[in-house]
T-cell receptor, first 113, second 116 residues
Framework: DAGVTQSPTHLIKTRGQQVTLRCSPK?????VSWYQQALGQGPQFIFQ???????QRGNFPDRFSGHQFPNYSSELNVNALLLGDSALYLC????????????FGDGTRLSIL | DAKTTQPNSMESNEEEPVHLPCNHS???????IHWYRQLPSQGPEYVIH???SNVNNRMASLAIAEDRKSSTLILHRATLRDAAVYYC?????????????????FGQGTILTVHP
């Protein structure tokens, strides 16, 4: 049973570009959350998707957007990249209930030059 | 969001018990206490969670104070593989359509070093 998979594992972009990161949830999970983790910091919540809609959002600008597909997979899009967007981007899936743990992928390392 | 306070780092010897403390004095009645850990170069991994009563699973035990203002994660016999950053998190309980859900708000965590 595959866990949460993310692609790509590493990515290098330049300022001003746009990027799309992808996430496949653990089998049977219907909720996907995205987190940003800067070096040496804990992960910061970006947003959560359930039934193809964003249902909770953290303190991130509109440059960060997402999508969830009917098969529950998800994408994170970041426009107009800034140097400060360099981070590890983590995807987590769950069954949506607060009693259910979130299962994390190993992330996409995004570097902005 | 309710905040948690953890020591920056702790050390242990292999095969000894480890008690990782967490203070959460502003916890609300509906906040669950979750623990996750993050091994080097990996995403966070769920360890355990509880509401009011102490909890045990195959990985660890969670002891919750009677007033719920603090908790302790207990690793009964530390191994080298337990070296990680441990995060104590109060799960924000928001409701929609009768289903509870909530983001995870991570702090800095405790860096646990295990010595052979």
């Amino acid at each position: 049973d595959a866990g949460v998979t993310q692609s790509p594992t590493h990515l290098i972009k330049t300022r001003g570009q746009q990027v799309t990161l992808r996430c496949s949830p653990k089998s049977g999970h219907d909720t996907v959350s995205w987190y940003q983790q800067a070096l040496g910091q804990g992960p910061q919540f970006i947003f959560q998707y359930y039934e193809e809609e964003e249902r909770q959002r953290g303190n991130f600008p509109d440059r960060f957007s997402g999508h969830q597909f009917p098969n529950y997979s998800s994408e994170l899009n970041v426009n107009a990249l800034l140097l400060g967007d360099s981070a590890l981007y983590l995807c987590a899936s769950s069954l949506g209930d607060i009693n259910q743990p979130q299962h994390f992928g190993d992330g996409t390392r995004l570097s902005i030059l | 969001d309710a905040k948690t306070t953890q020591p920056n780092s702790m050390e242990s010897n292999e095969e000894e018990p480890v008690h990782l403390p967490c203070n959460h004095s502003t916890i609300s009645g509906t906040d669950y206490i979750h623990w996750y850990r993050q091994l080097p170069s990996q995403g966070p991994e769920y360890v355990i969670h509880g509401l009011t009563s102490n909890v045990n699973n195959r990985m660890a035990s969670l002891a919750i104070a009677e007033d719920r203002k603090s908790s302790t994660l207990i690793l009964h016999r530390a191994t080298l593989r337990d070296a990680a950053v441990y995060y104590c998190i109060l799960r924000d309980s928001a409701n929609a359509g009768g289903t509870s859900y909530g983001k995870l708000t991570f702090g800095q965590g405790t860096i646990l070093t295990v010595h052979p």
